[in-house]
């Protein structure tokens, strides 16, 4: 046979080698153990499709791959170049290729066909036409076993050979049509067929990508045919030939073959949706650097890095050195073309690295793209970028100007076919939907479409800004603004999100009268009923009815309903404000519409009283300080008060309803006001006597740490100046004004209200004070202290401000008790005896700490009643003193009563004023028995007397020491029932006494009694 290919004396050379030097065989049988098992253990796959490449590119034809698995046995048939003699020296020497001038070819270090050995012991390799090659690791052994010297290595090596230094030449292999070449590799046991069929199955389309000039692979595992391409993927490919300069600065640390080979190359590869869009690397391909073939380094961009990196001796990473900084530069800038090629969608975020890389050269990559991308223009946007500013060197100036401030402003780039393409610092991303950014474009330089998402981590890299709402809403201001139509604005509204009312509230709104203003909030929007009113004059903030829109309501714009209007602060203040306004006319126009549109009542808004209207007199007024003409009011008061009449034309235009409810006077002005505090600086109405009335309830009030409140405060002022008291009453004791009557609750503790004070200490009632008459048919025992009110009012309203009603009524009210007394001390006054008894007897239920003692009291002296100086008077405790003081005058009500009106009156009792001692002497006798029939507990004895003398005066009985004395039958009578408790039967034991045989009829009448 022919040795078409040099392979005798490939292996004579060998052999000769290791037979004189047994070292060189042990050095090659390690060298290609270490690159089987070690840097190319699971490269087999990777290193057929790596030689089919470089066979395709040097015969530039398309590169084709077919993997077949059957059982054991697995071949590659490839297109490309034939097989040739170099190839065959190239395939039996380690670190010798035979691709050193060959640019873009996939091999370069020469051991890359050692990966067979893993898997296989009689590999062999044939292109059509010619002789094949193969290798056997039997044959190699039974020829180095003739060599004795390299007996004691194959002993240490328990007859372990290098497969692929003796190559030999073989019979044509069957290569399968359409093919050139075909690699025929019987796999020695079943882990390895196992591990040839995984490393198929995990075959992707990186290994296409890392070579282009393999279109296709086949892989044909038992009869299941797959074919992998590179298709669907978008590839950016940079390369290019080093300077000799470029060679000896980066090639200094790199081995001779490597600086043979002055070509370098980068290729970035990422797949495509359906959309076009790039998607995430598929599980087959491992995120790893391929250099071209896949090594260890890990790179996590979600792109596939094929670059000529230099390799570490390991094969499996990169090594250090200016080579690699080169190539990492290459490769960053690839990578920003590839992100300009791709479709400007959100997925191209997904493709802006992170600071944090998985290796060292991960990291170096990802730094030298992200100093490129944030200036590169990649970022669709719906509006121009911000001009670009630089502050220019003092040197471009034509004077220096050490003071001066300078820039120069370059205009922005105009839009191109697809609009604004801009770079990531000149961009700004903004929340919101497609409508909204559409409409806020204009004012946000840059802005990125809709889509995009704002907190996307890459958004930070790239240098976007992001723009929060409020942030939009503060650039919609000055002249970008102005001249802005309302319905732009509704345009505006209509898009804003209902979920973030913080953001929006310095929205600018559009107002009717053509300001622009800060906030909805405080701004009103007309509804029907406030639609044709005239409200500039107030100077409100009511939206532009084109402006209007609902989600200002939902930031605090409120319904401009007449009554909400009203209720505007602004227009309070242009109200309170209005008697010093320049158009008070204009200012009162707008309140009434709105107090009739609102259809407000009478008392409603008491502030309406402070507006200012014109009086008939021409002069202005506030409402509270007019009175209708043909009103109530008017009719009762005194000529030349401070009140007004509303002018006639004023009350022809609106109507009197309009003008009450604004404040103008019908009737009386009430007073309302709510949670009091009963404090002279606090209570402050400006009512006649308001704090006297004040002083008067804090006096009916308990001590309290802090003053009082009262809920609901109502009075009705301008008391003071009615004429007509008549007609003035029955208005006040009708409702309304009636409300005004009732007394207050406070602590407890029932007070008058201020309206029922004020009347009750004034001449209301044909010329009279309310506390000097009684109610007419009042309590008998006030005949002739009081007079009688007139009739025709409503007697429940007269005992509201003061009339007096009953005794006790009288007695329970404050000063009340002081009051009687004092009526009783007027000598003007007739009172006759048993309504004196009386009155005293409700005047001993009083405390006495509610009394100061009286000067002058009215008392019986002798038969008659007279009014005495106090210190004259006695009250009279027992009946038996009565003989004792018959010359002054006496306070006389139930014996038992006689001790509270003493402590009250601050009087003496009679026992204080005469001792009482029994001065003359009797004789003891014995008390008749007949007497116990009505007295059952009468003492057994009495002492009579000829004269009984008590004091020194001669006196008819005297109950004293515990024994009855007595002159004659009537003082006997009248000290046994003293003594027994029974005083009501003295007389009784008197006519018994007198006539013993007429007790039957006496104990007759006693039982009817």
Same mark, same amino acid.
Not at 939 to 964: M, Q, S
């Given at each position: 046979?022919?040795?078409?290919?040099?392979?005798?004396?490939?292996?004579?050379?060998?052999?000769?080698?290791?037979?004189?030097?047994?070292?060189?065989?042990?050095?090659?049988?390690?060298?290609?153990?270490?690159?089987?098992?070690?840097?190319?253990?699971?490269?087999?796959?990777?290193?057929?499709?790596?030689?089919?490449?470089?066979?395709?590119?040097?015969?530039?034809?398309?590169?084709?791959?077919?993997?077949?698995?059957?059982?054991?046995?697995?071949?590659?048939?490839?297109?490309?170049?034939?097989?040739?003699?170099?190839?065959?020296?190239?395939?039996?020497?380690?670190?010798?290729?035979?691709?050193?001038?060959?640019?873009?070819?996939?091999?370069?270090?020469?051991?890359?066909?050692?990966?067979?050995?893993?898997?296989?012991?009689?590999?062999?390799?044939?292109?059509?036409?010619?002789?094949?090659?193969?290798?056997?690791?039997?044959?190699?052994?039974?020829?180095?076993?003739?060599?004795?010297?390299?007996?004691?290595?194959?002993?240490?090596?328990?007859?372990?050979?290098?497969?692929?230094?003796?190559?030999?030449?073989?019979?044509?292999?069957?290569?399968?049509?359409?093919?050139?070449?075909?690699?025929?590799?019987?796999?020695?046991?079943?882990?390895?067929?196992?591990?040839?069929?995984?490393?198929?199955?995990?075959?992707?389309?990186?290994?296409?990508?890392?070579?282009?000039? *393999?279109?296709?692979?086949?892989?044909?595992?038992?009869?299941?045919?797959?074919?992998?391409?590179?298709?669907?993927?978008?590839?950016?490919?940079?390369?290019?030939?080093?300077?000799?300069?470029?060679?000896?600065?980066?090639?200094?640390?790199?081995?001779?073959?490597?600086?043979?080979?002055?070509?370098?190359?980068?290729?970035?590869?990422?797949?495509?949706?359906?959309?076009?869009?790039?998607?995430?690397?598929?599980?087959?391909?491992?995120?790893?650097?391929?250099?071209?073939?896949?090594?260890?380094?890990?790179?996590?961009?979600?792109?596939?890095?094929?670059?000529?990196?230099?390799?570490?001796?390991?094969?499996?990473?990169?090594?250090?050195?200016?080579?690699?900084?080169?190539?990492?530069?290459?490769?960053?800038?690839?990578?920003?073309?590839?992100?300009?090629?791709?479709?400007?969608?959100?997925?191209?975020?997904?493709?802006?690295?992170?600071?944090?890389?998985?290796?060292?050269?991960?990291?170096?990559?990802?730094?030298?793209?992200?100093?490129?991308?944030?200036?590169?223009?990649?970022?669709?946007?719906?509006?121009?970028?911000?001009?670009?500013?630089?502050?220019?060197?003092?040197?471009?100036?034509?004077?220096?100007?050490?003071?001066?401030?300078?820039?120069?402003?370059?205009?922005?780039?105009?839009?191109?076919?697809?609009?604004?393409?801009?770079?990531?610092?000149?961009?700004?991303?903004?929340?919101?939907?497609?409508?909204?950014?559409?409409?806020?474009?204009?004012?946000?330089?840059?802005?990125?479409?809709?889509?995009?998402?704002?907190?996307?981590?890459?958004?930070?890299?790239?240098?976007?800004?992001?723009?929060?709402?409020?942030?939009?809403?503060?650039?919609?201001?000055?002249?970008?603004?102005?001249?802005?139509?309302?319905?732009?604005?509704?345009?505006?509204?209509?898009?804003?999100?209902?979920?973030?009312?913080?953001?929006?509230?310095?929205?600018?709104? %559009?107002?009717?009268?053509?300001?622009?203003?800060?906030?909805?909030?405080?701004?009103?929007?007309?509804?029907?009923?406030?639609?044709?009113?005239?409200?500039?004059?107030?100077?409100?903030?009511?939206?532009?009815?084109?402006?209007?829109?609902?989600?200002?309501?939902?930031?605090?714009?409120?319904?401009?309903?007449?009554?909400?209007?009203?209720?505007?602060?602004?227009?309070?203040?242009?109200?309170?404000?209005?008697?010093?306004?320049?158009?008070?006319?204009?200012?009162?126009?707008?309140?009434?519409?709105?107090?009739?549109?609102?259809?407000?009542?009478?008392?409603?808004?008491?502030?309406?009283?402070?507006?200012?209207?014109?009086?008939?007199?021409?002069?202005?007024?506030?409402?509270?300080?007019?009175?209708?003409?043909?009103?109530?009011?008017?009719?009762?008061?005194?000529?030349?008060?401070?009140?007004?009449?509303?002018?006639?034309?004023?009350?022809?235009?609106?109507?009197?309803?309009?003008?009450?409810?604004?404040?103008?006077?019908?009737?009386?002005?009430?007073?309302?006001?709510?949670?009091?505090?009963?404090?002279?600086?606090?209570?402050?109405?400006?009512?006649?006597?308001?704090?006297?009335?004040?002083?008067?309830?804090?006096?009916?009030?308990?001590?309290?740490?802090?003053? %009082?409140?009262?809920?609901?405060?109502?009075?009705?002022?301008?008391?003071?100046?009615?004429?007509?008291?008549?007609?003035?009453?029955?208005? *006040?004791?009708?409702?309304?004004?009636?409300?005004?009557?009732?007394?207050?609750?406070?602590?407890?503790?029932?007070?008058?209200?201020?309206?029922?004070?004020?009347?009750?200490?004034?001449?209301?009632?044909?010329?009279?004070?309310?506390?000097?008459?009684?109610?007419?048919?009042?309590?008998?025992?006030?005949?002739?202290?009081?007079?009688?009110?007139?009739?025709?009012?409503?007697?429940?309203?007269?005992?509201?401000?003061?009339?007096?009603?009953?005794?006790?009524? *009288?007695?329970? #009210?404050?000063?009340?008790?002081?009051?009687? *007394?004092?009526?009783?001390?007027?000598?003007?006054?007739?009172?006759?005896?048993?309504?004196?008894? #009386?009155?005293?007897?409700?005047?001993?239920?009083?405390?006495?700490?509610?009394?100061?003692?009286?000067?002058?009291?009215?008392?019986?002296?002798?038969?008659?009643?007279?009014?005495?100086?106090?210190?004259?008077?006695?009250?009279?405790?027992?009946?038996?003193?009565?003989?004792?003081?018959?010359?002054?005058?006496?306070?006389?009500?139930?014996?038992?009563?006689?001790?509270?009106?003493?402590?009250?009156?601050?009087?003496?009792?009679?026992?204080?004023?005469?001792?009482?001692?029994?001065? #003359?002497?009797?004789?003891?006798?014995?008390?008749?028995?007949?007497?116990?029939?009505?007295?059952?507990?009468?003492?057994?004895?009495?002492?009579?007397?000829?004269?009984?003398?008590?004091?020194?005066?001669?006196?008819?009985?005297?109950?004293?020491?515990?024994?009855?004395?007595?002159?004659?039958?009537?003082?006997?009578?009248?000290?046994?029932?003293?003594?027994?408790?029974?005083?009501?039967?003295?007389?009784?034991?008197?006519?018994?006494?007198?006539? %013993?045989?007429?007790?039957?009829?006496?104990?007759?009448?006693?039982?009817?009694?």
């Amino acid at each position: 046979m022919t040795d078409t290919f040099g392979t005798d004396r490939m292996r004579a050379a060998v052999l000769a080698a290791w037979t004189a030097s047994p070292a060189r065989f042990r050095e090659d049988a390690n060298a290609e153990e270490d690159f089987a098992l070690g840097g190319y253990r699971d490269r087999l796959i990777v290193e057929l499709a790596q030689n089919a490449a470089d066979a395709a590119l040097r015969a530039g034809v398309p590169g084709m791959l077919r993997l077949t698995l059957r059982g054991a046995l697995l071949t590659a048939a490839n297109t490309g170049a034939p097989l040739d003699a170099t190839g065959v020296e190239s395939l039996a020497t380690l670190r010798v290729s035979g691709k050193r001038d060959e640019a873009g070819a996939a091999g370069r270090f020469g051991v890359g066909f050692a990966a067979v050995v893993s898997v296989c012991d009689e590999p062999a390799i044939g292109s059509r036409g010619s002789a094949s090659v193969c290798w056997s690791r039997a044959r190699t052994a039974e020829l180095a076993g003739a060599v004795p010297r390299l007996a004691a290595e194959l002993a240490a090596r328990s007859g372990h050979v290098p497969l692929l230094r003796l190559p030999f030449e073989a019979d044509p292999l069957d290569v399968p049509d359409g093919f050139d070449t075909l690699v025929r590799l019987p796999l020695k046991d079943e882990a390895s067929a196992l591990a040839v069929r995984r490393m198929l199955e995990e075959t992707g389309p990186a290994l296409p990508l890392g070579m282009p000039a *393999l279109s296709t692979i086949e892989i044909d595992l038992d009869g299941e045919l797959r074919t992998v391409t590179a298709d669907g993927w978008h590839v950016v490919t940079e390369s290019g030939r080093f300077s000799t300069e470029q060679v000896a600065e980066l090639f200094a640390d790199r081995p001779t073959e490597e600086r043979a080979r002055p070509f370098w190359s980068v290729r970035w590869a990422v797949p495509l949706t359906g959309t076009g869009e790039p998607g995430p690397l598929p599980a087959a391909v491992p995120p790893v650097v391929h250099a071209p073939t896949p090594s260890d380094e890990p790179i996590d961009l979600p792109a596939l890095l094929i670059a000529s990196f230099p390799m570490a001796t390991d094969r499996r990473h990169v090594a250090k050195g200016p080579l690699t900084d080169f190539l990492v530069e290459k490769a960053a800038d690839a990578y920003v073309r590839l992100v300009e090629e791709l479709p400007r969608t959100p997925k191209l975020l997904d493709l802006v690295p992170s600071y944090m890389g998985k290796g060292e050269l991960d990291a170096r990559v990802r730094r030298a793209v992200l100093q490129r991308l944030p200036g590169t223009p990649l970022l669709p946007a719906l509006s121009a970028p911000a001009p670009a500013v630089r502050t220019p060197s003092f040197a471009d100036a034509e004077v220096y100007e050490p003071d001066a401030e300078w820039r120069v402003e370059h205009p922005p780039q105009e839009p191109g076919a697809d609009g604004w393409v801009v770079a990531g610092r000149e961009a700004a991303v903004v929340a919101g939907s497609a409508a909204l950014l559409d409409a806020v474009a204009g004012f946000v330089p840059g802005l990125l479409p809709a889509g995009w998402p704002a907190r996307h981590p890459a958004m930070t890299s790239l240098g976007v800004r992001r723009v929060e709402l409020s942030e939009v809403v503060d650039l919609l201001s000055g002249e970008a603004v102005e001249g802005l139509d309302p319905a732009w604005w509704h345009a505006l509204y209509e898009v804003l999100p209902a979920d973030d009312p913080e953001s929006l509230g310095a929205l600018p709104v %559009p107002l009717a009268d053509g300001r622009l203003v800060r906030g909805p909030r405080g701004t009103l929007i007309l509804t029907e009923g406030g639609a044709g009113l005239d409200l500039t004059p107030l100077g409100l903030r009511i939206v532009h009815p084109e402006a209007a829109h609902p989600a200002l309501l939902r930031l605090g714009a409120a319904e401009a309903t007449p009554r909400t209007i009203l209720d505007d602060p602004i227009t309070k203040a242009a109200v309170a404000q209005s008697l010093d306004s320049p158009d008070p006319a204009l200012v009162a126009h707008a309140v009434l519409s709105l107090v009739r549109a609102a259809g407000l009542t009478p008392g409603e808004a008491p502030w309406l009283a402070e507006l200012a209207l014109p009086g008939a007199d021409g002069e202005l007024y506030p409402a509270g300080e007019l009175m209708l003409a043909d009103g109530a009011l008017a009719g009762l008061l005194e000529p030349d008060t401070h009140l007004g009449v509303a002018a006639r034309d004023l009350e022809e235009t609106y109507g009197p309803r309009v003008l009450e409810a604004a404040g103008v006077l019908d009737g009386f002005a009430v007073v309302h006001d709510s949670d009091v505090l009963l404090d002279r600086d606090e209570c402050d109405h400006d009512l006649d006597g308001e704090e006297e009335w004040l002083d008067h309830v804090l006096d009916l009030l308990p001590e309290l740490d802090v003053p %009082p409140v009262v809920p609901d405060f109502v009075a009705v002022r301008d008391l003071e100046l009615v004429a007509d008291w008549p007609a003035a009453l029955r208005l *006040l004791t009708r409702p309304p004004l009636r409300a005004a009557l009732h007394p207050l609750r406070i602590e407890g503790v029932e007070v008058p209200s201020y309206t029922a004070w004020w009347l009750a200490g004034h001449p209301v009632l044909d010329g009279r004070r309310p506390r000097e008459l009684r109610l007419p048919g009042a309590d008998p025992l006030l005949q002739g202290l009081y007079a009688d009110a007139p009739g025709g009012l409503d007697e429940g309203a007269l005992a509201m401000f003061g009339v007096r009603g009953t005794l006790a009524d *009288l007695l329970d #009210s404050h000063g009340g008790p002081e009051e009687l *007394l004092d009526l009783m001390a007027d000598e003007s006054i007739e009172v006759d005896r048993a309504q004196l008894r #009386s009155l005293w007897m409700a005047l001993a239920a009083v405390e006495p700490d509610r009394v100061a003692p009286p000067a002058r009291v009215r008392a019986v002296l002798g038969g008659d009643i007279v009014v005495a100086d106090a210190e004259d008077v006695v009250v009279v405790e027992a009946p038996d003193l009565l003989q004792l003081v018959t010359d002054r005058p006496l306070v006389l009500a139930p014996y038992d009563l006689a001790e509270s009106l003493s402590e009250l009156l601050d009087l003496p009792l009679a026992g204080e004023v005469a001792s009482g001692e029994v001065t #003359s002497s009797g004789e003891t006798r014995q008390v008749p028995p007949q007497v116990r029939s009505l007295l059952p507990t009468a003492p057994e004895t009495y002492v009579e007397h000829e004269k009984l003398l008590v004091d020194g005066v001669g006196c008819a009985w005297r109950f004293y020491e515990g024994a009855v004395h007595c002159a004659g039958l009537d003082g006997l009578a009248r000290g046994l029932a003293w003594a027994t408790g029974q005083w009501n039967d003295r007389l009784a034991v008197a006519a018994m006494l007198r006539d %013993p045989s007429a007790v039957p009829l006496l104990l007759a009448e006693a039982d009817l009694s």
